[in-house]
């Protein structure tokens, strides 16, 4: 049976050939640590950690490449922005539909009494349903986080006002860019970002167990270390070094997972952001409205296509997502994820808790004849 993947919005899969190579290379030459060794080859594990700094600031418009600072993925990258920068008193905006890679965080140090949090409305679609967000803003918010697109509807929130709107209120600007980076244009500078949070497993079609985040200048300064430790640098002093990206990165960084997430990064700009988004969207299209045409399937988020990633959620009536999702698999050959896709709060906005959803979510990889199958599936299916 031809398998096909469509759960992207999870781990995207498969991966550039580019990437299988840069890692086999790194692990059959280099192997070695970066920057801890003056021998060749721990120069040359030094170089490709450079690189890939580089060419993620230049694919984000990052103004430097230190600012760009490498973690095992983006919910790493957001608890380093949570717990770094808010203090006691704090105030936080964020939406009502986030990933509980924020969530959480943020209910903890809620729990504690250390910050208040407000949620901006979201709508049945899952776009931002405020026209006044500013009525959100006191006298101690310090921060606005949101996600640029919800991992359950594919909702686009409008990122450009948001930062508009911290920059003009000198709130500290969070972006969770799970969901977009690799997928939709993302400009650190134009969106007046403090700090882009991403993940190298999904859209920028990376391996697990990469990420990172880009930081303003202003909330490196200000922003406290979670992990301190060794950085192969000052290494005569017992306190962590204030530069960067050394005061975030402590430890020995995954180099294989960088090459590869390097060389993935590569293969998008080499294809082009823009035609990848296109081919996307002209496969969301048909899935769209294959679904749309299926009697009893519920379909949610934006009707506008234009506002979403090409992540599709549905119900179907008096049907069990998980078991839909295992018949799918075990009958058709077909990988989607069902249920609460980590976003509880997500699915209370749109009306899908507790059950969730079953969630169909393409990647560059995907044909328009895996699409067309799928629809045949899902029409035999007994709904
Ligand atoms: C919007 C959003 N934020 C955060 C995450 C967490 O990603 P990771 O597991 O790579 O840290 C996800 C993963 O699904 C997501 O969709």
Not at 32 to 38: A, E, I, T, V, Y
Not at 55 to 77: C, D, G, M, R
Not at 88 to 109: F, K, Q, S, W, Y
Request: proline share 4%; with cysteine; hydrophobic share 40%.
């Amino acid at each position: 049976m031809k398998k096909i993947y469509l759960d992207n919005a999870a781990t995207s899969w498969p991966k550039p050939g580019e990437m299988v190579k840069a890692m086999k290379y790194f692990f059959e030459e280099i192997g070695c640590s970066p920057g801890r060794g003056g021998y060749e080859c721990s120069l040359k594990a030094g170089r490709i950690v450079l690189e890939a700094r580089l060419k993620l600031s230049e694919f984000f418009n990052i103004p430097a490449a230190e600012q760009v600072i490498f973690t095992q993925n983006v919910t790493h990258s957001l608890n380093f922005a949570i717990k770094g920068l808010l203090a006691e008193g704090d105030h936080v905006i964020t939406t009502c539909m986030e990933h509980n890679a924020v969530i959480r965080p943020l209910r903890r140090l809620e729990n504690e009494g250390i910050i208040e949090i407000s949620f901006l409305p979201c709508n049945e679609e899952g776009l931002l349903s405020c026209d006044n967000i500013e009525q959100y803003i006191k006298s101690n918010t310090k921060m606005l986080i949101v996600t640029h697109a919800s991992n359950v509807t594919g909702s686009l929130m409008p990122v450009e006002r948001l930062g508009n709107i911290a920059k003009k209120n000198s709130i500290i600007f969070v972006l969770d860019a799970a969901q977009t980076a690799g997928v939709y244009s993302i400009d650190f500078q134009k969106l007046n970002l403090d700090l882009l949070a991403f993940t190298g497993h999904k859209g920028l079609l990376g391996p697990p167990g990469t990420g990172g985040f880009a930081i303003s200048k202003r909330a490196a300064k200000e922003m406290k270390t979670l992990i301190e430790g060794g950085t192969g640098s000052i290494s005569d002093s017992e306190y962590q070094p204030d530069f960067l990206p050394d005061k975030f990165e402590s430890g020995t960084l995954n180099v294989a997972g960088i090459a590869g997430l390097k060389a993935s990064v590569d293969f998008i700009m080499n294809e082009g952001l823009q035609t990848i988004r296109e081919h996307e969207l002209n496969l969301l299209e048909i899935l769209y409205q294959g679904l749309k045409n299926i009697r009893g399937i519920n379909v949610y988020g934006p009707k506008s296509l234009n506002l979403r990633t090409p992540t599709i959620s549905i119900t179907a009536e008096g049907c069990d997502v998980g078991e839909m999702s295992y018949n799918l698999d075990r009958e058709h050959g077909i990988m989607v994820r069902s249920g609460l896709h980590c976003a509880p709060l997500a699915h209370k906005t749109i009306g899908t808790f507790p059950e969730g959803t079953l969630r169909f979510s393409i990647g560059c990889f995907n044909t328009e004849e895996e699409v067309h199958y799928v629809l045949k599936c899902l029409q035999k299916m007994k709904i």
